[in-house]
């Protein structure tokens, strides 16, 4: 079974550029999150979704950063303008919530961003 | 409010030595579960165990154990027998029933074994 599908694995623009991150989830999962991992602040929880509907943004850093999850099979995550501090790793990450049991999430493998 | 607390940051083992990475959580929820993930050098997070807060009973799979204590508020994970492979850093986190889905992780704990 194919896992969490995330594209492009790296990307490296410069600052102002508008940048745009992908993610599959693994099909029949109903929780989408994203994640940025840097080694000053560690992994943060940007946003979820639930049902394709965002649950939860407080993460989300500015109003540069937006997400929209279309579809259960993709979301996106888009930074615009792009600064050079936005420069980290994004996960994408799903799971599947079954009645008030929380199980774990399965991750991609991440897009390192760097914005020069 | 969550927290997770990993003090370690970082550990370094010969091979075969036994280690524990501590985890500390913070919650005000009755129902919250805790989780360890391993990220290897490859980068993608690899889930290894999830531990709902009615249960107690520590948990054995191979090399690895975990140590739940409520008393405590900590959740360690033992590895016995290290193997270089298992260099990585191991991240514990937190999901509280009342908070969503949304997971706190904590800092991680960077495990170095050395051959």
């Known amino acids: 079974d194919a896992g969490v599908i995330q594209s492009p694995r790296h990307e490296v623009t410069e600052m102002g550029q508008e940048v745009t991150l992908r993610c599959k989830p693994i099909?029949?999962?109903?929780?989408l999150f994203w994640y940025r991992q840097t080694m000053m602040r560690g992994l943060e929880l940007l946003i979820y979704?639930?049902?394709?509907?965002?649950?939860?943004d407080s993460g989300m850093p500015e109003d540069r950063f937006s997400a929209k999850m279309p579809n259960a099979s993709f979301s996106t995550l888009k930074i615009q303008p792009s600064e050079p501090r936005d420069s980290a790793v994004y996960f994408c990450?799903?799971?599947?919530?079954?009645?008030?049991?929380?199980?774990?999430?399965?991750f991609g493998p991440g897009t390192r961003l760097t914005v020069l | 409010a969550q927290k997770v607390t990993q003090a370690q940051t970082e550990i370094s083992v010969v091979e075969k030595e036994d280690v524990t990475l501590d985890c500390v959580y913070e919650?005000?929820?009755?129902?919250?579960?805790l989780f360890w993930y391993k990220q290897p050098p490859s980068g993608e997070l690899v889930f290894l165990i999830r531990?709902?807060?009615?249960?107690?009973q520590n948990e054995i799979s191979g090399r690895y154990s975990w140590n739940f204590q409520k008393s405590t508020s900590s959740f360690n994970f033992t590895i016995t027998a290290s193997q270089v492979v298992d260099s990585a850093v191991y991240f514990c986190?937190?999901?509280?029933?009342?908070?969503?889905?949304?997971?706190?992780f904590g800092a991680g704990t960077r495990l170095f074994v050395k051959a």
């Open positions: 986190a937190l999901s509280e029933a009342g908070g969503g889905f949304k997971t706190i």
């Open positions: 531990r709902n807060s009615f249960d107690e």
């Open positions: 099909s029949g999962h109903d929780y």
């Open positions: 990450a799903s799971s599947f919530g079954l009645a008030g049991v929380y199980n774990e999430q399965f």
């Open positions: 919650t005000r929820d009755t129902t919250y579960y």
């Open positions: 979704f639930n049902n394709n509907v965002p649950i939860d």
